[in-house]
């Protein structure tokens, strides 16, 4: 099995101090990919916010991947996008955003949803809320369970989402998450880069 990844999800506010934590947190440890959600704000000035965030992560070599919008992914030239169950199909994505962007679907905690976002051609699939969370609610609550079955069946990586901490995440990892999206458990932190490290540490075992 792979090494398991941070999936690094922006905070609700991204001050201007932001895009140092966002260094301080990528340098730190195993991080993949940021997912950069803004919610009630219009493409221009989602796209101001975006340009310097995107260029921390590609001179990383992080991937960037937009929340929710396939219209915003194809201005920002994302290197691909996040879609919830209302966002758009994969395929309008793949249409969008071309064959080589990222597309992941949000499953919540139905391994049917997840099938169907595989068959479709999902890049990954994410479950969630394991635990609750500070950033995002939501009334779904997997078990670790569900992360055995995908990863026992499928070859597709599964993200893990949802309250997750270095405290909390070790079970996760051990049930066969690819990827751990945490957003607060890092922003909220006085350091960033020692909470990915702390993150890290529990993930290695």
């Known amino acids: 099995m792979t090494e398991c990844q941070l999936y690094l999800i922006s905070p609700p506010v991204m001050n201007n101090g932001f895009a140092d934590r966002l260094i301080a947190a990528i340098e730190a440890g195993p991080v993949t990919a940021f ?3 803004v919610k009630d704000m219009d493409q221009h000035e989602a796209a101001r916010l975006a340009a310097p965030l995107q260029a921390i992560c590609a001179e990383r070599e992080v991937g960037f991947i ?3 919008s396939i219209p915003l992914a194809k201005r920002l030239k994302a290197d691909g996008v ?4 209302g966002d758009g199909t994969v395929a ?3 249409d969008a955003l071309g064959s080589d962007a990222q597309v992941g679907v949000t499953c919540h905690a139905s391994r049917h949803l997840a099938m169907e976002a595989g068959e479709a051609g999902a890049d990954y699939v994410a479950f ?4 609750p969370s500070q950033t995002k609610q939501s009334e779904h609550r997997p078990e670790t369970d569900l992360l055995e079955w995908w990863s026992g069946l499928f070859e597709i990586p599964c993200v893990a989402i949802g309250g997750i901490t270095p405290e909390n995440c070790a079970p996760l990892v051990q049930a066969g998450a690819d990827f751990l999206a945490v957003s607060n458990a890092v922003w909220a932190a006085e350091d960033p880069a020692e909470a990915v490290r702390a993150l890290a540490k529990t993930m290695r075992g």
């Open 35 to 37: 997912q950069f959600r």
């Open 66 to 68: 937009v929340n929710d």
């Open 92 to 94: 309008e994505a793949r």
């Open 82 to 85: 996040h879609l919830g169950q």
């Open 128 to 131: 969630g809320s394991f635990f």
